[in-house]
C-alpha cells in the first residue's frame, strides 16, 4: 500500500480553562442545523460538556466514532482530586446513553471539524482559551475508501449479523 501526506487535525483541550460556558455546543449545533445557522439545541451538538459544578467538573467532550455495542469494562479516573464518571472521557456514541445522537432521529453524530471552516467554530467562541486548534502533517497508508454501497451493507452486517444478512439474500433470490 501506498504512502500518502495526511493533514491531522487536533484540538487540544485544557479542562483548568473551562469554564462552564457552553458557547461550544451552541455554536456547533447552529453550525450543523439545517440551513445553518437557523436553530441551536446543544442536544444536537457534536461537542458536549461534561459539568459538575459541585464537584468543580467541566469537561468538553467531543463526538468521535458510533459504536454498536455498549463496551462491557468501563473506566474511573481520578484526576487532580476529582472523581470522573466511568462514561465521562468517551467520545461514542454508544447504546447505553443519549449523548452524542441525534435527538429527532437517534442517529449517531460525529465531530467534522467544521468541514471547511479555517478553524474549528468551537475553538474560535471559546473566549477562556480552554480549546486550541493545531494542525500537523503525517505520513500514512493511502485509505481504502468504502463507496456508499459497502457503508450501507457494513451498516445492516453491524445491526443484523452477517449471517442473517446472507439468509435473506437467499431468500430474496429464490423469491425473484
Ligand atoms: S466554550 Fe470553552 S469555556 Fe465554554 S464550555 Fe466550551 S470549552 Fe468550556
Ligand atoms: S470542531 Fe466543529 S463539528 Fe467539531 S465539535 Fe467543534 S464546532 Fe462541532
Known amino acids: 500500500m ?10 487540544k483541550i485544557d479542562i483548568e480553562k473551562c469554564n462552564g460556558c457552553r ?3 451552541i455554536i456547533c449545533s447552529a453550525y450543523h442545523a439545517a ?6 439545541n446543544p442536544a444536537r451538538s457534536r461537542i458536549r460538556l461534561i459539568r459538575d459544578p459541585i464537584k468543580d467538573i467541566y469537561l468538553p467532550v467531543y463526538a468521535g466514532e458510533y459504536a454498536a455495542a455498549e463496551c462491557m469494562g468501563r473506566d474511573i479516573y481520578v484526576i ?3 472523581e470522573y464518571a466511568e462514561c465521562d472521557f468517551c467520545r461514542a456514541a454508544c447504546p447505553s446513553r443519549d449523548v452524542f445522537k441525534e435527538p429527532d432521529s437517534g442517529l449517531p453524530l460525529k465531530c467534522d471539524m467544521c468541514e471547511d471552516e479555517k478553524e474549528p467554530l468551537c475553538v474560535k467562541w471559546c473566549l477562556a482559551e480552554a480549546l486550541t486548534y493545531e494542525e500537523r502533517e503525517e505520513e500514512a497508508e493511502e485509505e481504502v475508501k468504502l463507496d456508499d454501497m459497502e457503508i450501507g451493507l457494513k451498516s445492516l452486517v453491524d445491526k443484523y449479523g452477517f449471517q442473517n444478512l446472507v439468509d435473506s439474500v437467499v431468500r430474496m433470490t429464490q423469491k425473484g
Open 2 to 11: 501506498s504512502k500518502v501526506k495526511k493533514k491531522v487535525k487536533v484540538i
Open 23 to 25: 458557547a461550544c455546543e
Open 35 to 40: 440551513p445553518k445557522y437557523s436553530s441551536n
Open 80 to 82: 487532580d482530586g476529582r
